[in-house]
């Protein structure tokens, strides 16, 4: 007998076949019962997990977002001596990179966030969470106000790019990556100048980083 899913695995489930299903769908023709039949579960136990099939779009997305994470602590965590900064733009790339197969769907989610303020406040919810974890694995304090100024303007540094990366038809993302990384300088120029970052921290770690 086949071992039951678990809760967690059928949200899983469920936000895979979300995203699946906004290659092929507008969010506003997809329900439940298509979710349901696409991954053989339930119907009332999606119903119950996603009353709103608007929050299977943000298990679908989160559950992108975690696997490009948990590869991203991995990758610091070998090369610890990286500078925050490096690894800040890495983060950005890497999402960006685990993105790339689904650009058609974060173009209709923008699209249709216009007409859905639910929608439209996960979209920035999620990356804000986002932001905050690349900035932790980065090494750099979120914590009170000056914490979330930075996740918030770490936000604005990947939006400001979206654009750019819709564009972009490198195999590399090699547009996506030098408008990041200007607009990451750009944003570091404007904390500095809010005290957002700490300039001696900065001299510091610009020492640190030459000195490698």
């Given at each position: 007998?086949a071992?039951?899913?678990?809760?967690?695995d059928?949200r899983?489930?469920?936000g895979e076949?979300?995203?699946?299903?906004l290659?092929?769908?507008?969010?506003?023709?997809?329900d439940a019962?298509?979710?349901?039949a696409e991954?053989?579960?339930d119907l009332a136990?999606i119903?119950r997990?996603f009353?709103?099939?608007t929050?299977?779009?943000e298990?679908?997305?989160?559950?992108?977002d975690d696997?490009?994470?948990?590869?991203?602590?991995?990758?610091?965590?070998?090369d610890?001596?990286?500078?925050?900064r490096?690894?800040i733009?890495?983060?950005?790339i890497?999402r960006y990179?685990?993105?790339a197969?689904?650009?058609?769907?974060?173009?209709a989610?923008n699209k249709a966030?216009?007409s859905?303020?639910?929608?439209?406040?996960?979209?920035?919810t999620r990356?804000?969470?986002?932001?905050k974890?690349?900035?932790?694995l980065?090494?750099v304090?979120t914590?009170?106000l000056k914490?979330m100024?930075?996740v918030k303007?770490l936000?604005?540094?990947?939006l400001?790019c979206?654009?750019?990366w819709?564009k972009?038809?490198?195999a590399?993302?090699s547009?996506?990556?030098?408008?990041?990384?200007?607009?990451?300088?750009?944003a570091?120029?404007l904390?500095?100048?809010l005290t957002i970052?700490d300039?001696?921290?900065?001299?510091?770690?610009?020492?640190?980083?030459?000195?490698h």
């Amino acid at each position: 007998m086949a071992k039951s899913k678990s809760i967690d695995d059928i949200r899983r489930d469920i936000g895979e076949a979300m995203i699946d299903a906004l290659t092929r769908h507008e969010l506003s023709t997809i329900d439940a019962e298509m979710l349901a039949a696409e991954t053989r579960h339930d119907l009332a136990v999606i119903k119950r997990l996603f009353p709103d099939v608007t929050l299977a779009v943000e298990q679908g997305l989160r559950d992108l977002d975690d696997g490009v994470l948990a590869q991203l602590a991995e990758d610091f965590e070998a090369d610890a001596d990286a500078h925050p900064r490096e690894k800040i733009l890495e983060g950005l790339i890497a999402r960006y990179e685990a993105y790339a197969p689904y650009k058609p769907v974060i173009k209709a989610l923008n699209k249709a966030s216009v007409s859905n303020p639910m929608l439209a406040g996960l979209l920035i919810t999620r990356l804000n969470m986002t932001s905050k974890v690349i900035l932790e694995l980065s090494g750099v304090d979120t914590a009170g106000l000056k914490g979330m100024l930075r996740v918030k303007g770490l936000s604005g540094v990947a939006l400001s790019c979206q654009r750019d990366w819709f564009k972009d038809e490198s195999a590399d993302l090699s547009v996506t990556i030098r408008a990041l990384d200007a607009r990451l300088k750009q944003a570091e120029s404007l904390a500095l100048t809010l005290t957002i970052i700490d300039p001696e921290q900065k001299e510091k770690e610009n020492y640190d980083h030459a000195d490698h």
